[in-house]
């Protein structure tokens, strides 16, 4: 049981490229989570799902997309990459069981640098 | 708008005391709490909560005290080991509702 991993886990990209960041959870969880970590800061929810075909924008969207076709795999695309977008980003999912369990579990994080 | 606060960006204890850390919050709507403890180049891994119907919840070395009224919510861990320096981070969630925001966190450092 792997629980949540993340690739890669660094990347330097270069204004205007393009990426995605893969998340793959192994716990059959329905709700999944993308967060952003800058220094200082608390975490930042990106994009959220619910269950497979479901995504709902979390706090800072702008520059981000999401999918979700299958309930294990959530990835992150960043299409125009840009300064502001350098961070640590964490996916996470949980069961949300009865509406009870708030429990999110995180994968290790991906660094990401653009210049 | 910051609804989850952690005032202290770090705090520094003596191995075997008591470490106290702290958790402020705005929306009276939130009414489930967690503590998230983040070891460098790892993600954040759960702890410990506390459900509002509740003011305190244990589980070993680590306690979680809920004041609804002051909106305050604490983390005590006694006694302090060197392996639980780390950030920790305070977060919280509605009913209903399966976001959690989370607090700017606390760096604790344990010093033997």
């Known amino acids: 049981n792997a629980g949540v991993t993340q690739t890669p886990k660094f990347r330097i990209l270069k204004i205007g490229q393009s990426m995605t960041l893969q998340c793959t959870q192994d716990?059959?969880?329905?709700?999944m989570y993308w967060y952003r970590q800058d220094p200082g800061m608390g975490l930042k929810l990106i994009y959220y799902s619910v269950g497979a075909g479901i995504t709902d924008k979390g706090e800072v969207p702008n520059g981000y997309n999401v999918s979700r076709s299958t309930t294990e795999d959530f990835p992150l695309r960043l299409e125009l990459a840009a300064p502001s977008q350098t961070s640590v980003y964490f996916c996470a999912s949980s069961s949300y069981r009865d509406r009870v369990d708030y429990e999110q579990y995180f994968g290790p994080g991906t660094r990401l640098t653009v210049t | 708008d910051q609804q989850v606060k952690q005032n202290s960006p770090s705090l520094s204890v003596q191995e075997g005391r008591i470490s106290i850390l702290n958790c402020d919050y705005t929306?009276?709507?939130?009414?489930?709490f967690l503590w998230y403890k983040k070891y460098p180049a790892e993600g954040p891994t759960f702890l410990i909560s506390?459900?509002?119907?509740?003011d305190k919840n244990e589980d070993g070395r680590f306690t979680v005290f809920l004041n609804k009224s002051a909106k305050h919510l604490s983390l005590h861990i006694v006694p302090s080991q060197p392996g639980d320096s780390a950030v920790y981070f305070c977060a919280a969630s509605a009913k209903g509702n399966e976001k959690l925001t989370f607090g700017t966190g606390t760096r604790l450092t344990i010093i033997p």
């Open positions: 929306n009276s709507m939130f009414d489930y």
């Open positions: 716990m059959n969880h329905n709700y």
């Open positions: 506390i459900s509002s119907i509740k």
